[in-house]
């Protein structure tokens, strides 16, 4: 069977062809509710995961996730499936127990070389994370799909839930944005090796450290910054503790080659959706470009944790993280009274 770029199966919706957050909104209203003392976090604010309690010292974390390739590499696009998967356990204060893949693959036009080689990916991935694939579920699709539905646990009064931040608390950032433009040009054929060597580093960098650090310092709250990019999981935070935020936009780090793609105007459609459903809710004080505000849209896969964090402990959260050797140890900005979101240029 004749080699084929996975990414052309990619239709540009968005890094992870990812559903709109008002798309996402209208689906679940009617899903059925009910009070459940065991579980602990559901669907009511947007959090990473769901918890539920087992027993007074144990929860279980459930997530799952799955998208269609942003690389071309097989090995490489399940690498970064699985730790896009696996962050949400580690957004929620939790470690990772076991994995099931998830695979769709379009059989008839590519070979099943290329799907062990997805699958081998996400399960070297998984290793690092020092876990197993125990087993999953695959079907013959029109277009190839990988991801993992993954269980974790951590103890009940130990969940960083990411409604629980506080007026004053400081936002801290562990990885580059700018993973949603870079993915877009690498299906376009327009960007430089070395840039596509740094975007799957970042993409495949394992947020367990920066959670490691989180847990010895202590921070308040966290959530993991994906398809709804920078400003709308803030803007979540914010939303499920009943506060406003502020970003300090020099201060966000920014992977190399990004602002320049998105300057050519090269983005995925899931900036244009988050720009349009979040701009309400924000306000721009000072002068931004119409690029700076399609980079704190753009949609991350498999991007860092945004931690909240007390002032007091601001600077050995920093520190823990340079040990840690995170991809980045950035103060981006702080919670404060009120509601929405302030954009400046630094505090």
């Not at 918890?51 to 998208?67: G, M, N, Q, R, S």
């Not at 970042?202 to 367990?208: G, I």
Request: hydrophobic share 40%.
């Amino acid at each position: 069977m004749e080699p084929i770029r996975l990414t052309q199966f990619s239709h540009g919706g968005g890094c992870g062809c990812k559903l709109g957050p008002g798309d996402l909104k209208q689906i679940v209203t009617g899903v059925p509710r009910w009070i459940d003392p065991k579980l602990l976090v559901g669907l009511e604010t947007s959090d990473d995961a769901a918890v539920i309690e087992l027993t007074p010292d144990l929860a279980i974390i459930h997530t799952t996730d799955f998208f269609m390739p942003i690389v071309d590499d097989p090995f490489d696009f399940g690498r970064i499936a699985a730790a896009n998967a696996l962050s949400d356990v580690y957004a929620m204060g939790g470690e990772p127990l076991s994995a099931l893949a998830l695979l769709g693959f379009p059989r008839d036009r590519m070979s099943l070389e290329a799907a062990a080689e997805i699958v081998r990916g996400g399960g070297e991935m998984c290793r690092e994370a020092g876990i197993q694939i125990t087993g999953g579920h695959s079907i013959d699709d029109a277009e190839p799909k990988f991801g993992l539905a993954v269980m974790g646990t951590v103890h009940p009064r130990q969940i960083w839930k990411n409604s629980n931040a506080r007026p004053g608390d400081v936002l801290v950032l562990t990885k580059p944005i700018g993973i949603g433009a870079l993915s877009s040009a690498l299906k376009k054929g327009e960007i430089s090796d070395e840039h596509t060597a740094n975007l799957v580093r970042t993409m495949t960098f394992l947020n367990r450290a920066p959670a490691r650090a989180g847990r010895r310092i202590g921070v308040q709250a966290c959530t993991d910054v994906t398809g709804f990019s920078l400003i709308g999981h803030l803007l979540g935070m914010a939303r499920g503790a009943g506060i406003g935020a502020e970003i300090w936009f020099d201060r966000v780090p920014v992977l190399p080659g990004a602002r320049e793609t998105i300057a050519k105007g090269i983005t995925p459609g899931g900036t244009r959706r988050n720009l349009e459903h979040y701009t309400p809710e924000i306000t721009w004080d000072g002068s931004f470009s119409d690029s700076d505000k399609k980079l704190l849209a753009d949609p991350q896969t498999s991007g860092g944790l945004l931690f909240a964090v007390a002032p007091d402990r601001e600077q050995a959260l920093v520190e823990a993280l340079q040990q840690e050797a995170a991809l980045a140890h950035a103060v981006v900005g702080r919670f404060v009274e009120g509601a929405g979101l302030r954009v400046t240029r630094g505090p």
